[in-house]
């Protein structure tokens, strides 16, 4: 029903573009060249600025991921609902630059003109697609220049970037404080994104610990893949029957063989991305486990950051940040952080009260989160408080 509205909205618009460059049998040549001219700049201006079809091509994983794609996917799919317009998603079947072109390609074939593209793995591919297609605004979801391979960003591409490091180290911060002094860190792949995610969980977790003169260990890992399987499922049983207490899993699906793990051993997890623990509650009433694993999730807006782009090519704004990367944190807005509901509040005795203070410290800049997304250069800790075991 919707691509058929959208067939007919765009059908009137020709229909009423054509009318306006007719010319009536009085017209001088001049004038008829002057209407032509308008119309044509009009049409142009239609194709960028009016969203005519929504698309999200996706990450490597699911739509469903309960994370990354799912998080991007619902603010689309909230969007189109709410504008009336066409939305699609489209998953790849390999992993490569030729099948990430190819997704682009059908997605504006089916009649999108604006286009999210959801990972940094999008790099290349956007890099073809902004030339190929000026007519079309791209939205790339964890992405900078780098990725793209450019020196400044296509205009009509904007980059969404997330200091994914700031939500990590308020999780790592918070777990310490509460008591745990066994923690895990669970990578899917060592992405920019994830690297973030993980250095500032080391570097949360280390500021608390010397606060409190406490002595912590922590595994930390890449699983090298963003969804669970047997494998990852069996590393995460040896780190918490060896005596981890919680583990950060951050990386689409992966979560699911930390949660595996976890309640064999009367673990916890730290989610990500998106508040997951809405997971764990329908775990327990579907008699999946006996207990909600999910301590707290470390969080970014993904909807917050997709919408505002969106927002910006509906109201005809693109050029206000098209070539441009918004990068979201706590200087932003409340962009990442963890969840304060009563409801998702899981911690034994870190306070509310306790993760405000230290969330505005980072926002005045009081607390400055190194943001190095190196896999190569590990952040610096306190040896005589905080013991990290990389694992390959």
């Known amino acids: 029903m919707?691509?058929?509205l959208a067939l007919v909205m765009a059908a009137s618009m020709a229909l009423s573009l054509a009318a306006c460059g007719g010319n009536d049998a009085a017209s001088t040549a001049d004038s008829t060249a002057t209407e032509s001219a308008s119309t044509e700049a009009t049409a142009e201006e239609a194709a960028v600025t009016e969203v005519t079809g929504i698309a999200q091509v996706c990450d490597v994983g699911t739509i469903d991921d309960e994370s990354f794609n799912q998080g991007c996917w619902e603010a689309v799919e909230a969007f189109g609902e709410a504008n009336g317009l066409n939305y699609e998603y489209y998953l790849p079947s390999e992993d490569n630059d030729e099948e990430r072109q190819t997704l682009i390609r059908n997605a504006i074939n089916?009649?999108?003109?604006?286009?999210?593209?959801?990972?940094?793995l999008y790099g290349p591919a956007l890099a073809w697609a902004a030339e190929e297609y000026p007519d079309v605004n791209f939205i790339g979801v964890d992405m900078t220049a780098a990725d793209i391979g450019t020196e400044t960003i296509p205009a009509n591409v904007y980059c969404i970037t997330y200091k994914e490091e700031q939500a990590g180290y308020l999780a790592g911060y918070a777990a310490v404080k509460d008591g745990f002094t066994e923690l895990g860190f669970l990578g899917g792949m060592a992405v920019p994104a994830v690297i973030r995610y993980g250095y500032g969980f080391v570097q949360g977790a280390d500021a608390a610990a010397q606060e409190m003169g406490a002595n912590i260990h922590i595994n930390y890992w890449y699983g090298g893949a963003f969804s669970g399987d047997a494998n990852i499922t069996a590393k995460m049983e040896s780190w918490y029957s060896g005596g981890t207490q919680v583990v950060f899993a951050c990386g689409g699906g992966i979560y699911t063989s930390a949660v595996e793990a976890a309640v064999?051993?009367?673990g916890k997890v730290i989610g990500v991305d998106v508040d997951q623990n809405y997971i764990g509650e329908e775990d327990v009433a579907a008699g999946k486990y006996s207990y909600n694993p999910f301590v707290t999730s470390a969080m970014k807006g993904l909807n917050e950051g997709v919408t505002d782009a969106l927002d910006h090519v509906l109201n005809g704004t693109w050029d206000t940040i098209g070539g441009t990367n918004g990068n979201y944190g706590l200087e932003e807005g409340d962009y990442v952080g963890l969840p304060t509901a009563e409801t998702s509040w899981n911690f034994s005795t870190f306070t509310v009260e306790e993760y405000e203070t230290v969330r505005e410290a980072i926002r005045s800049g009081e607390i400055v989160v190194d943001n190095n997304s190196d896999d190569a250069t590990k952040p610096t800790v306190n040896e005589?408080?905080?013991t990290v075991d990389y694992q390959v």
Do not use: H, M, S
């Open 384 to 386: 005589a408080n905080t």
């Open 264 to 266: 064999k051993y009367d």
């Open 2 to 4: 919707k691509k058929l």
């Open 110 to 120: 089916d009649g999108a003109n604006t286009v999210v593209c959801v990972g940094y």
